[in-house]
């Protein structure tokens, strides 16, 4: 899998938008970008995941480059409770296999700020 | 729906024992690995089983093993125990292809 580069940490005021980076430049065409995050000591959470279309769902919203070089995660109104470790994952999907192996690198840690 | 469940969640173990853990997937979801996160290491993968076979494996030693049964319920067991090994064990499970849900972990601490 493709190795991504995020800046190690972040801070947001609550109720902003928190617009985290992800570099992937050696990503392939049949990866996907995931982004999950870790709040302090429980598991990771799966956000979402695109391959090339901008993505939105209740959590965040995704956007890919057009050259899917880079990814932003965009929590829209950042809570608190937002306070996590944000990992961006690029993985092959569609090939059985290559299993579900996921490659987590250090994250982003994002403080939400009242 | 129930999530991923582990168990135990915290254990603490002497150098030298052996220690199993294990893992309860989604229902419906065949596919279980297993992760160890340390402060100095990060979140490293160890290895993954669909249907009861062992599919992909990490960079760990042989002390580290797993299984999986026919309802897909997976056990993960590190003999030899060494001070390194305490970490937090996390499980996740998928269906094929899918995205991964990880349980709450077991937190393993070797004295």
């Keep these: 899998d493709a190795k991504t580069t995020q800046p190690p940490s972040m801070d947001c005021a609550e109720g902003r938008a928190a617009n985290l980076p992800c570099n992937h430049s050696t990503i392939s065409g049949n990866e996907y970008v995931y982004w999950y995050r870790q709040i302090h000591s429980q598991g990771p959470q799966y956000i979402i995941h695109g391959l090339k279309n901008n993505e939105t769902n209740e959590m965040a919203s995704l956007i890919i480059t057009e050259d899917r070089k880079s990814s932003t995660l965009i929590l829209p109104h950042a809570t608190l409770r937002d306070t996590a470790v944000y990992y961006c994952i690029v993985r092959v999907v569609w090939n059985n296999n290559a299993g579900n192996m996921l490659t987590f690198g250090g994250g982003t840690r994002l403080m939400v700020k009242p | ?111």
Aim: a positive charge.
């Design chain 2, 1 to 111: 729906k129930a999530g991923v469940t582990q168990t135990p969640r915290y254990l603490i173990k002497t150098r030298g024992q052996q220690v199993t853990l294990s893992c309860s997937p989604i229902s419906g979801h065949r596919s279980v690995s297993w992760y160890q996160q340390t402060p100095g290491q990060g979140l490293q993968f160890l290895f993954e089983y669909f249907s009861e076979t062992q599919r992909n494996k990490g960079n760990f030693p042989g002390r580290f093993s797993g299984r999986q049964f026919s309802n897909s319920r997976s056990e993960m067991n590190v003999s030899t125990l060494e001070l390194g090994d305490s970490a937090l064990y996390l499980c996740a499970s998928s269906r094929e292809g899918a995205e991964a849900f990880f349980g709450q972990g077991t937190r393993l601490t070797v004295v």
